[in-house]
C-alpha cells in the first residue's frame, strides 16, 4: 500500500506502461491487477522498436536492462542515406552508455512485451488476459468500478485507483475524459518485417535509413543475420489501410528506382507486416478525472519517429508510482504526476511531428535542399536529443513540482 492509501490498483492495459507501472507500484507494497484485452501474450507480435537510453535506465532501475538488452540488441547509431543511396547524415550513438549511463537497444516489439510481462508477474502483478475495458464508474468517490466485456470476458473489478495504459485509443481515456481530442492521423503508415537478405550492405548493430523517392525505409542489421525493417509512405485517408491488397507489391512499387537492396530485402521478408495507421496525441486538456489517471499513449502517443513512445511510457510508470507514494491522495498524485510530465512529452510529440514531416517526399528541388541540410538539422538536434536521453528519474527523490514545473527534486 502506498503511504496514504492505495492499496488496490486496476492497470487497463498491459502493453509497455502497464507491466512496468505495475513493477513499480508493486514496489510499495501495492495490490496489482492489470486487465489486458488480448487473449494471451504474443511473443510474435508488431515488429520492432528502439529503447533509448532513457528508457533504458528506467528499466535499469527496475533490474531489468540486462535481460531487455539481452532479449533484443544493441545499436550503434543511425545512418541516414538518400534515394542514391548516397550517405547523408549519421546520429552516432555508441558514446551514448558513456554519457547517458545506457544505450540504443532495439528489440522485436513481441519480446519487450513479453519479458516485461513476465518479470511483473514474477514480482507479484496478477495479468489478466482476454479483459476488454467497456465501462468505468465513477459514482462513489471512495473507490473506481471497472467493466469489461465487449468480446473478452465479462466482469468488474473495483480499485483505489484505475490507470489506463490502453495505448493511444484509449478505452479508459473515452470513459473517463470524454472531451478528449481524438488523435490526430498523421498522413503515414508503417510496414515492417523481418528477413535474411546477406547481400544487403548493413553493418551489424546499425540502423540505416534511406530517404526514398516515393517512399521512407529503415533497416536493421540484427545479430545473427537478420534484418529487422519498417517502411513509411504517405496516404492521405488511414482507411485504405485497412484495404486488402498485396502489401509486399505497394511497398516494392514505392521503392522502385531506390537502392535495390531495399527490394531484396522485401522481397526476401517471409510476411510482410502492418499496415500500421501513425497517430499522435501532441495534447489534452487534462489527463485525470477523480481516481482515474492515463499515461503511456493513451495520454500522449508520439509516433515513432523520436524513437521516444516506448521510453516515455516506462518514465511515465515511475514517476507516477513516485507520485502515488508522496502526494496524500490520489487526485493529487495525478495532478503533480501531469505537471511534472505535460512539458517533457508534449515536447517530444512535438519534436517526432518534425521528424515525419521531414519523411514526406517533397519533388527533386527539396530533396536536393534536405540533403545539404540534414547534417545540420543532425547537429543542432543533438543537443535537444542528449537532453532527452539524460532525462533521470531518481525513485529516492520526492516527486513534487518545483518552480516552473518541471522536474522532480534529487
Ligand atoms: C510502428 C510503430 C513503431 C514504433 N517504434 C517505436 C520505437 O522505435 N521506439 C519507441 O520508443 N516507440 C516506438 N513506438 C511507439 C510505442 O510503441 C508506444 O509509444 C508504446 O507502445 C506505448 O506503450 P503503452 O503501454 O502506452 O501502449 P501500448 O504498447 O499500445 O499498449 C496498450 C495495451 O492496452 C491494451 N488495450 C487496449 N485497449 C484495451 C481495453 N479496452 N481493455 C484492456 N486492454 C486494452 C492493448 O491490447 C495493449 O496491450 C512505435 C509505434 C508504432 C506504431
Redesign the pocket.
Known amino acids: 500500500m502506498t503511504q496514504r492509501g492505495v492499496r488496490r490498483a486496476i492497470l487497463?492495459?498491459?502493453?509497455?506502461?502497464?507491466p512496468v507501472l505495475g513493477m513499480f507500484l508493486r514496489r510499495l507494497g501495492v495490490e496489482v491487477t492489470i486487465?489486458?484485452?488480448?487473449e494471451a501474450p504474443l511473443e510474435r507480435e508488431?515488429?520492432?522498436?528502439?529503447?533509448?537510453p532513457n528508457?533504458m535506465n528506467v528499466l535499469a532501475d527496475l533490474g531489468m536492462a540486462a535481460a531487455v538488452q539481452a532479449r533484443g540488441a544493441p545499436c550503434a547509431g543511425i545512418r541516414f542515406e538518400n534515394a542514391r543511396g548516397r550517405r547523408i547524415g549519421v546520429i552516432d550513438q555508441r558514446e551514448a552508455a558513456r554519457r547517458f549511463g545506457a544505450g540504443l537497444v532495439m528489440i522485436r516489439?513481441g519480446a519487450l512485451?513479453a519479458e516485461l510481462a513476465e518479470e511483473a508477474v514474477r514480482r507479484g502483478v496478477e495479468i489478466r488476459y482476454g479483459?476488454?475495458?467497456?465501462d468505468i464508474d465513477r459514482s462513489d468517490p471512495r473507490e473506481v468500478v471497472a467493466r469489461?466485456g465487449e468480446g473478452?470476458e465479462a466482469g468488474e473489478a473495483r480499485g483505489d485507483v484505475l490507470i489506463g495504459?490502453?495505448?493511444?485509443?484509449?478505452?479508459?481515456r473515452a470513459s473517463a475524459l470524454p472531451e478528449a481530442p481524438a488523435p490526430d492521423y498523421t498522413g503515414l503508415l508503417?510496414f515492417?518485417g523481418f528477413a535474411r537478405c546477406p547481400g544487403a550492405p548493413l553493418s551489424p548493430g546499425w540502423n540505416v535509413m534511406v530517404f526514398g523517392r516515393r517512399a521512407f525505409f529503415g533497416a536493421f542489421a540484427a545479430p545473427g543475420g537478420e534484418i529487422w525493417w519498417?517502411h513509411n509512405s504517405g496516404e492521405p485517408d488511414p482507411g485504405s489501410a485497412a484495404s486488402p491488397g498485396p502489401l509486399r507489391e505497394r511497398i516494392l512499387a514505392l521503392h522502385q528506382g531506390d537502392p535495390g537492396w531495399i527490394s531484396d530485402v522485401v522481397r526476401a521478408t517471409p510476411e510482410v507486416l502492418?499496415p500500421?495507421p501513425?497517430h499522435d496525441i501532441l495534447t489534452m486538456p487534462r489527463w485525470h478525472a477523480g481516481r482515474v489517471c492515463l499515461?503511456?499513449?493513451?495520454a500522449h502517443?508520439?509516433?515513432?519517429h523520436a524513437?521516444?513512445?516506448?521510453?516515455?511510457?516506462m518514465e511515465d510508470g515511475m514517476l507516477l508510482a513516485m507520485c502515488l507514494r508522496d502526494e496524500a491522495e490520489p487526485e493529487q498524485a495525478f495532478a503533480t504526476f501531469e505537471r511534472l510530465r505535460r512539458p517533457r512529452v508534449e515536447a517530444i510529440v512535438r519534436q517526432a511531428r518534425r521528424h515525419g514531416s521531414r519523411k514526406a517526399v517533397a519533388g527533386p528541388v527539396a530533396e536536393w535542399f534536405r540533403d545539404r541540410a540534414l547534417p545540420l538539422f543532425l547537429r543542432i538536434g543533438a543537443a535537444a536529443q542528449a537532453r532527452v536521453h539524460a532525462y533521470r528519474i531518481d525513485w529516492e527523490a520526492r516527486a513534487e513540482v518545483r518552480g516552473g514545473g518541471e522536474g522532480t527534486r534529487g
Open positions: 487497463v492495459g498491459g502493453g509497455i506502461a502497464g486487465f489486458e484485452a488480448r508488431g515488429a520492432f522498436l528502439g529503447i533509448a528508457g516489439r512485451r479483459m476488454r475495458l467497456t469489461f473478452g495504459c490502453d495505448g493511444f485509443r484509449s478505452r479508459t508503417d515492417g519498417f502492418g500500421w501513425l499515461i503511456g499513449d493513451a502517443a508520439a509516433t515513432p524513437g521516444q513512445g516506448a521510453s516515455l511510457a
